[in-house]
């Protein structure tokens, strides 16, 4: 049986015959998924490589792939401390906002009083733009990793509240009678109702929240502009900037590029893991 | 008024009442009036099915009946459980109204789990009565990877997981083909009979309701109300040669004669 198969009375005595032309075809689906774009990149790199070298532009405009390569190697270790400020920067932001979210998220749903009353200064949070309230927050907070965490998590929050709230209120208003019907307490009807209905909805905010994280993280860093060793990576490009070491700058925006990339990776695979046997959005469909 | 016709003839365990809805009346807003004097007595062990045009209050009366909705006057009252029964009702919705997240075992356990049995005490009862619905290979399928039919017999299986008096039953086949409809209109009147239940059946279809029932109740539209309370003759419990003979198309002409011209009536009345 197949993901998307459907089971019928008359298909149960005899399993139908192997398709081997489907069957290879899926592979080579499979194959191409990772080859395709893999194989992109390195033509994109293959072809910078060649165009830096036969216009012989000079590095401090743009550098060679292979000299970013270099200084990816050769500051290693400096960079490898930012980058790892900045990974504990975005991670603990998202958990802020993955808690707050749902939490207030489940606030809301539960109570439209209390969504009433503090949504205005959700929404005001997230329409303001995060270069503005920054400064204020670095004032008012001295330890810089806070304060840039709050920033971070400004940013992060949004999404997770949003799709959280509209999730806990699109449950089938059937499955609530039934929930009803058998006098199902608030904590059975949010464990086994209203949480898997919104899992959907809270898996896109995800998504969106995991990149959003990072952003925040690096635009705080930017309006901070903070400096030292126990900084992040867009401290270690501004640095750059300032000394006009464009391969380090450029290094520096692989690593926050890989980062999104990483980021992105794990919330699909915790998509996939959470949704991939029942909804829609993740079942692999035979074409 | 309301009108019976004839005698029963579908056995009832002890004919006594078991709900009674006294003058029931539904109002949603200020203008609308879904349901208006509803009156009847439903026995035990009646099969009786809400037979009406769209919109003429059938479902909001069977979701009054499972305290789904408030009544706006009037009362409902259903005789107590002399039995250790956990749950007086089994509902069928529309739709086969599944969670799509959980196996076939998990969506026929859950009435069972929201009264405290784990999946270990529960087990052999969601075994049980997914093999009365003949789906007892399927309990670890999502019901995606099911049909309709299949999907609505796992529905079935929840509604009687609990042991119930009365099966109330919401159009539950009116979106299915022909062929699984009829499938499932044999299992209903096996499981009905079985299980000695007292069945509340919502349809808009003469043929199903004359071929399930041993009572129809038709309804009219604007507001929505009984017009008249029929008893169908015809032995019980019923099969496909029921459905094939001659007696089945007369008591199916009979009832269209009977709904055409309640129906009629009660649009010149309104």
Partial sequence: MTPTSTIDDSAQEAPPPVNMAALARARRQRILAWVLPVATIALAVGLWEFLVWYHEVPHYLIPAPSLIWSTLLAEGPSLMQSAWFTVRLTFFSLALAIIGGVVLGALFALSRPVEMSLFPFAVILQVTPIVAIAPLILIYVHNTFTALL????????????????????????????????YRATPWQRLRHLLSPSALPYFMAALKIAGGLSLIGAVVAEFVAGATGTNTGLASRIIESSFRNEIPKMFAALVLVSLMGVAIFLMTSLASKLVLGRWHESEIKRET | MTSRTSAETRPSKTGAPLIRMERVRKEFGRDIVAVSDMSLTIERGDFISFLGPSGCGKSTALRMIAGLLPITAGHIDI?????????????????????????????VWLPLRLAGLSRTAASDRVRAALVEVGLSRFENAYPRELSGGMKMRVSIARGLVTR????????????????????????????????????????????????????????????????????????????EEYR????????AKRVSTILKGTLDDADIDH
């Fill in chain 2, 79 to 107: 005789a107590p459980s002399q039995t250790d029964t956990e749950h007086d009702l089994g509902f069928v919705f529309q739709e086969p109204t599944l969670m799509p997240w959980a196996t076939v075992f998990e969506n």
């Fill in chain 2, 164 to 239: 119930p008096r009365i099966l109330l039953m919401d159009e539950p086949f009116a979106a299915l083909d022909e062929m699984t409809r009829t499938k499932l209109n044999n299992d209903v009147i096996r499981l009905a009979t079985e299980h000695d239940l007292t069945v509340i059946f919502v349809t808009h279809s003469v043929y199903e309701a004359v071929y399930l029932s041993n009572r129809i109740a038709v309804m009219a539209a604007r507001p929505g109300r009984v017009v008249a309370d029929l008893t169908v003759n015809a032995p019980w419990p019923r099969g």
């Fill in chain 1, 150 to 181: 709050i920033c971070a998590w400004l940013v992060a929050f949004f999404p997770i509240l949003s799709n959280t709230v509209v999730g806990l209120r699109s449950t089938d208003h059937n499955l609530r009678d039934l929930f009803s019907l």
């Fill in chain 2, 244 to 251: 094939v003979s001659p007696e089945f198309s007369a008591e």
